[in-house]
C-alpha cells in the first residue's frame, strides 16, 4: 500500500457527461501529479501541484481540470467526455520540494473511467 | 524533448534464469531515472532510481539497473527471476534541471516461466 487513496474505484458514464476523481497523497507530501494510461497512449503525464499550486502541465485537454486543496488532496475533472477518454487515471504524490527532483512518486491505485 | 524508449514489449524468461528489461533515454543534461513495476490492477510500485555516483543502483526485490551515460541506457536486471515477477515494468526519466515532469517509457510486460 502506497499510502495514496483514489476515489472510486470504477467509473462508468456516458458520452458528454462530467465526472470528477478524487485523489489523498501520502501523509505529508505537498505534491499531486495525475497520469492517465490507456492501451494506445502508454502513460501520459497530465498535471502537477504542489502545495496547492500548478505546477506542471503535460499532455493535458482543455475538457479536463484539476485542483489542490488546502488539506492537499486533488480532485481531476474531466468534462464533455468521449469515448477516447476511457482509461486508467493514477494519482502520484511525493514529498517536499517544488523542484521535485530525485523523489519517486507514490502511486495510488488509479480510477478506471469507461465512457459509454 | 526528454523521451524513454523501452524496445521490447514483451520478455519471456525461465524461472531462476537472469532477466533483463532494456530503457534508453533522450534527454538534454544528466537526468534521473526510474523504474517501476505494476502489477495487474494496481498502481505503479517505486523500485530503484538512479541520483548520481555509483552506476549500479540496487533496489527492492532483488533488482538492479545500470547506469551508462555513453550510451544513454539504464537497464533493470534481476539475478534470478521469480514467476512472481511477471508484472508490466515501466522505466521512466527527470531531467535535473526542469522540474518535475517524469517521462515514462512504453512498457515492458515480463512473463517468467516456472
Known amino acids: 500500500d502506497s499510502g495514496v487513496t483514489q476515489t472510486p474505484k470504477h467509473l462508468i458514464t456516458a458520452t458528454g457527461q462530467r465526472v470528477t476523481l478524487r485523489c489523498s497523497p501520502r501523509?505529508?507530501?505537498?505534491?499531486v501529479y495525475w497520469y492517465q494510461q490507456s492501451l494506445d497512449q502508454g502513460l501520459q503525464f497530465l498535471i502537477q501541484?504542489?502545495?496547492?499550486?500548478?505546477?506542471a502541465k503535460g499532455n493535458i485537454l482543455e475538457r479536463f481540470s484539476a485542483q489542490q486543496f488546502p488539506d492537499l488532496h486533488s480532485e481531476l475533472n474531466l468534462s464533455s467526455l468521449e469515448l477516447g477518454d476511457s482509461a486508467l487515471y493514477f494519482c502520484?504524490?511525493?514529498?517536499?520540494?517544488?523542484?521535485?527532483?530525485?523523489?519517486?512518486?507514490?502511486f495510488g491505485p488509479g480510477t478506471r473511467l469507461t465512457v459509454l | 524533448a526528454q523521451s524513454v524508449a523501452q524496445p521490447e514489449d514483451q520478455v519471456n524468461v525461465a524461472e531462476g534464469n537472469p532477466l533483463t528489461v532494456k530503457c534508453t533515454y533522450s534527454?538534454?543534461?544528466?537526468?534521473?531515472l526510474f523504474w517501476y513495476v505494476q502489477y495487474p490492477n494496481r498502481g505503479l510500485q517505486f523500485l530503484l532510481k538512479?541520483?548520481?555516483?555509483?552506476?549500479l543502483v540496487k533496489g527492492s526485490y532483488g533488482f538492479e539497473a545500470e547506469f551508462n551515460k555513453s550510451q544513454t541506457s539504464f537497464h533493470l536486471k534481476k539475478p534470478s527471476a521469480l514467476v512472481s515477477d511477471s508484472a508490466l515494468y515501466f522505466c521512466?526519466?527527470?531531467?535535473?534541471?526542469?522540474?518535475?515532469?517524469?517521462?515514462f517509457g512504453g512498457g515492458t510486460r515480463v512473463l517468467v516461466k516456472p
Open positions: 502520484a504524490s511525493s514529498p517536499g520540494t517544488s523542484g521535485g527532483g530525485y523523489n519517486e512518486q507514490f
Open positions: 501523509s505529508g507530501d505537498l505534491s
Open positions: 501541484y504542489y502545495n496547492g499550486e500548478e505546477r
Open positions: 534527454v538534454s543534461g544528466n537526468p534521473y
Open positions: 538512479y541520483i548520481t555516483g555509483d552506476n
Open positions: 521512466a526519466v527527470r531531467p535535473k534541471a526542469a522540474g518535475n515532469k517524469l517521462t
